[in-house]
């Protein structure tokens, strides 16, 4: 069953280490089975606090979601992020 990664920028603080976190975080996904779905696009909010930026990735399985985030070469690109944006980040399955 298909799981999504939803990102969700709160709030940025360090565009530099941004521009780090997205050539880190591109490049991880190589050899995962990841489906860019949204990223960075047009933003509504509809309820709850602002967004400045959202990206959800499709992956086959919430197994595999997983592998990839606690995969070595995206937790070294989460650890940039950690330096210039505020996220909140979840897994969920598909139907």
């Known amino acids: 069953m298909a799981a999504y990664i ?3 920028k709160e709030r940025e603080h360090d565009g530099d280490a941004m521009t780090g976190y997205a050539g880190k975080a591109g490049a ?3 050899g995962h089975a990841a489906k ?3 990223f960075y696009g047009a933003i509504e909010t509809l309820e ?3 967004a400045q930026g959202s990206v959800i990735i499709e992956f086959p399985t919430m197994e595999e979601a ?3 985030y606690q995969s070595e070469a995206y937790q070294a690109a989460r650890a ?3 330096q210039g944006a505020d996220y ?3 897994i ?3 139907l």
């Open 6 to 8: 939803v990102f969700i």
């Open 48 to 50: 709850g606090p602002e």
């Open 28 to 30: 991880s996904i190589g």
């Open 66 to 68: 997983r592998a990839w």
């Open 36 to 38: 860019p779905l949204a």
């Open 88 to 90: 909140r980040v979840f």
């Open 80 to 82: 940039v992020r950690f």
């Open 92 to 94: 969920t399955q598909g």
